[in-house]
């Protein structure tokens, strides 16, 4: 596996199911920032009618149009058929395309996300065990909170200030690290887990996830 970072502003993407999961990825592919989305459901219900708006298209996508897309998420609600053969085309474009819960047919998995504004922490088993991921960015958000947000639009706007300065890489690097030091926001991870347990007072010590 190879993590990368897509910038979802640039690239064309397919969703294609009915259900309850087309929505959760919509949702997801919203925050990501897609601007050339397209859902297609034949059968979408109201919440996914709602949320898709005028991007949604209400059949299953043509070949060119699995084709002109660079990404195709495959989500709920379609025949098994149906799906084989959009996978097919999809690779024979070579379009990325992701079905959910069926790594075999899937070029890539998608992680379990945190978010703090540009600051993007992905967990991945590879497709094991997303509920495993879940946990631990359950985890991660007790020890990433939102002051992390702050602290990279901080960070963003010093960099631009040394560059413009004339700094090097490496006097960009450890004028950053001397920053963090001084302003950066503490990671407590023992304390972390003291809060989640009291989230969760009646699991005890054992289901705790030691992502540390």
Same mark, same amino acid.
């Given at each position: 596996?190879?993590?990368?970072?897509?910038?979802?502003?640039?690239?064309?993407?397919?969703?294609?199911?009915?259900?309850?999961q087309?929505?959760?990825?919509?949702?997801? %592919?919203?925050?990501?920032?897609?601007?050339? %989305?397209? /859902?297609? +459901?034949?059968?979408?219900?109201?919440?996914? /009618?709602?949320?898709?708006?005028?991007?949604?298209?209400?059949?299953?996508?043509?070949? !060119?149009?699995?084709?002109?897309?660079?990404? /195709?998420?495959?989500?709920?609600?379609?025949?098994?058929?149906t799906?084989?053969?959009?996978?097919?085309? +999809?690779?024979?474009?070579?379009?990325?395309?992701? /079905?959910?819960?069926?790594?075999?047919?899937?070029?890539?998995?998608?992680?379990?996300?945190?978010?703090?504004?540009?600051?993007?922490? +992905?967990?991945?088993?590879?497709?094991?065990?997303?509920? @495993?991921?879940?946990?631990?960015?359950?985890? @991660?958000?007790?020890l990433?909170?939102?002051?992390? !947000?702050?602290?990279?639009?901080?960070?963003?706007? %010093?960099r631009?200030?040394?560059?413009a300065?004339g +700094?090097?890489?490496a006097?960009?690097?450890?004028?950053?690290?001397?920053? %963090?030091?001084?302003?950066?926001?503490?990671? !407590?991870?023992?304390?972390?887990?003291q809060?989640?347990? !009291?989230?969760?007072?009646?699991?005890?010590?054992?289901?705790?996830p030691?992502?540390?």
């Amino acid at each position: 596996m190879l993590p990368i970072t897509l910038d979802l502003a640039h690239l064309p993407v397919a969703l294609i199911g009915n259900g309850a999961q087309t929505c959760r990825r919509l949702a997801l %592919l919203d925050e990501a920032g897609a601007e050339h %989305l397209h /859902v297609f +459901a034949p059968d979408a219900g109201d919440d996914l /009618v709602r949320r898709a708006g005028s991007r949604l298209r209400r059949r299953w996508p043509r070949p !060119q149009e699995i084709s002109a897309a660079r990404l /195709v998420l495959i989500a709920d609600g379609i025949d098994p058929d149906t799906e084989r053969d959009m996978v097919a085309l +999809a690779r024979a474009a070579g379009t990325l395309v992701n /079905v959910e819960d069926k790594p075999a047919l899937s070029d890539f998995h998608s992680p379990a996300l945190l978010r703090r504004g540009d600051l993007t922490i +992905a967990i991945s088993t590879g497709g094991r065990s997303p509920a @495993l991921a879940r946990r631990l960015r359950q985890s @991660l958000e007790l020890l990433f909170g939102p002051e992390w !947000q702050r602290t990279v639009e901080e960070l963003a706007r %010093l960099r631009h200030l040394w560059r413009a300065t004339g +700094a090097d890489g490496a006097e960009v690097n450890a004028s950053t690290e001397a920053w %963090l030091d001084r302003h950066g926001p503490s990671i !407590q991870p023992h304390a972390a887990v003291q809060r989640m347990r !009291q989230r969760n007072p009646t699991r005890g010590g054992h289901d705790v996830p030691q992502a540390w």
